[in-house]
């Protein structure tokens, strides 16, 4: 396994930002993971994935360690009549295994088509578009303890998921190193979500109003590459802010001074709020700062026009938050992890 110094991130960030690390190393195996984890010249390693959910504004002091091991395993062929658990490698990346799924007609993860990443990030994250989640069909994950080098399988109910945030985001928070997920997923009865978003509107500009899996991963890539720049051809981590949750109160007032705005009511009396709606109402959308700005198709989505720093990126992620608080008094977060 080979260890590089100085070693360019510019690669395995989907901002395109030419950080270095001070250690680099690519792992394909968990045991050249526990092997990295047991060397005392390394401590505290930085653990990076598809790279699609962080902003780097500085230069990695450490080891930085690529997860980058493959494999797709059918733990269970017949876990229900009419499910499966399949348990897939973290370092698979996340778009081409739903399209695994597609092609062999497992259901459950169709609406997350396009989503950057790799598949041990995403319950980090709990991922989430067009009204799914990746909770909705985890079944468990494996993952190794930083410290003790002790592996771990975690449950559903264990991983506490919320809206863009698992108990690895808070109490376990850099504590494990995910080596690989379970997920449940349907190969007959498929329970199909075209409600939510243009994937209704999509479908019915094609004619199709008994769809199948890949029609409907085919229509949230055509959503999501009419709306979302390529990183491969302009840097940027997919939707920079998380959707604002805030109470019936504060949006009925809101609304009395904003009647068009969007809204989507998730229970007890909580109502999300588009932050892409938020952000071209303010005055945002298609707004360049130098290299760095907001796209101009997608206000949600902050972008790296060629050579933009972090810092220049997150200048602009903060000149966006304060304009959202000064126009609608709404908070928004990043979605994305700030180096």
Known sequence: MLVLENASLKEYNTFGIAAKARFFASISTVDDLLSLLR???FTAPFIIGGGS?????????KLVIHINNKGIEVVDDNFSDSEILLKVAAGENWHEFVLYCVRNNFGGVENLSLIPGNVGTSPIQNIGAYGVELKDTFFECTAIHRKTFKEKIFSLEECNFGYRDSVFKNDLKDEYIITSVTF?????????????GAIGDTLKEKNITTPTLKEISQAVIEIRQSKLPDPNKIGNSGSFFKNPIISQEAFTALRKLHKDIPYYPI??????????WLI??????????????VHDKQALVLVNYGNATGDEIWD???KVKNGVKDKFGIAIEPEVNVI
């Open 39 to 41: 060397d005392d010249r």
């Open 280 to 293: 071209e109402q303010s005055g945002f959308k298609g707004k360049r700062y130098g290299d760095a700005g």
């Open 316 to 318: 602009v992620a903060m």
């Open 267 to 276: 229970g007890n009396d909580l109502i999300k709020v588009p932050a892409g």
């Open 53 to 61: 959910n962080m902003l780097l504004t500085e230069n990695v002091d």
């Open 184 to 196: 449940r997923l349907t190969k007959k009865d498929h329970i199909l979500q075209t409600d939510y």
